[in-house]
């Protein structure tokens, strides 16, 4: 009889179990691991969640498009799905639809603007990449992002992934980019402007930032430009003078190319130069938004990952005697 007891109750608790495994399944999700098949999905450059939820639902891909809205909503990482052509599998879980929105190895057509690139290498991309139309090539129409301050779409361009339908126009890729750049730098506070320097300037400055320095000293670069500038002292870039000559990536620079007649030339003029000179990143920008308190006027990076800020000159002399040897020894190779 006790045996008999134990059996039923073996027997009672399984059955809640299964019934409780059963009740964790949402109505309105696929179950996972019985995806469909493969299709490719096409997302609109300012496609709102809502619409691409819909889309998903039509497709087949998710079974609720308010399901997807929910998650969409919870996921920060949503907020960085790309525009452009996706594959993927129908049939599945909103969680497994929105993780495969985000791989960039899902993306068709790929195409990458790298942080710090410029429009040069921009347009290089786009006329070597064979979705792109070779017939439809003017972008005299694109407007930069700041289109009071300069016609050039230097800085304009946001460093993502982007995937593009096939014979798009290089206008209609590059407005694409622009678009991308309004809605992330605008996250980051950089329209509202810093202190007494306009949004644009301060994107021309994140753009230095980017070129000058790395991510772990990019708030201590923007403190000496902001100081540099403050005092009436010439920013004395390298990489302003590489923009100009183009000497991009070189590591030193000779005293012939610092007078170079540019508005780059910041050895030669005094404040900004006229337009950014590369596609920040959101930590550059965020670094030029915020940076760190202190007194530096001068910074070297003496070899690579150490780079050093000082306010005394002899100090950084001695700096650059070191990197220089350093050069001459191929520790920058």
């Known amino acids: 009889m006790n045996l008999q007891r134990k059996i039923f109750l073996i027997t009672f608790v399984g059955m809640i179990v299964v019934v409780g495994f059963l009740s964790l399944q949402p109505r309105n999700d696929f179950p996972s691991g019985k995806a469909g098949a493969e299709i490719e999905f096409l997302i609109q450059d300012g496609e709102l969640g809502s619409s691409i939820a ?49 791989d960039p190895k899902r993306l068709n057509n790929l195409l ?34 700041f289109p009071n301050s300069t016609k050039s779409l230097e800085g304009s361009l946001f460093p993502a992934h982007y995937s593009f339908e096939d014979n798009i126009s290089i206008a209609n890729a590059l407005n694409m980019m622009v678009a991308k750049a309004n809605t992330e730098y605008e996250k980051t506070g950089l329209f509202v402007g810093y202190k007494k320097y306009k949004p644009f300037e301060l994107l021309t400055i994140a753009s230095m930032v980017q070129i000058e320095g790395d991510p772990a000293s990019f708030a201590k670069v923007a403190r000496v430009i902001y100081n540099r500038l403050e005092i009436g002292m010439p920013l004395q870039l390298n990489s302003t003078v590489q923009y100009a000559a183009n000497l991009r990536g070189k590591i030193t620079l000779s005293n012939k190319a610092t007078k170079l007649n540019s508005p780059y030339n910041t050895y030669k003029y005094l404040g900004l130069p006229p337009t950014p000179i590369a596609n920040p990143s959101l930590k550059a920008i965020e670094a030029t938004l915020k940076p760190i308190s202190g007194d530096w006027l001068y910074f070297i990076t003496v070899a690579p990952r150490d780079t050093r800020f000082t306010k005394d000159f002899a100090e950084f002399s001695d700096w650059n005697t070191e990197f220089n040897n350093n050069v001459a020894a191929g520790k920058f190779k």
Do not use: W
Request: proline share 1%; glycine share 6%.
């Open 54 to 102: 819909t889309n998903l639902e039509n497709k087949g891909v998710i079974k609720s498009a308010a399901k997807f809205v929910e998650e969409f909503t919870k996921d920060r990482k949503a907020q960085g799905i790309s525009a452009g052509s996706h594959s993927i599998e129908t049939n599945i879980p909103v969680k497994t639809a929105i993780a495969q929105l985000l």
């Open 112 to 145: 990458v603007v790298k942080e710090g690139s410029t429009i040069s290498d921009v347009l290089g991309l786009l006329r070597s990449n064979e979705h792109i139309s070779k017939t439809d090539t003017s972008y005299a129409s694109v407007k930069s992002l």
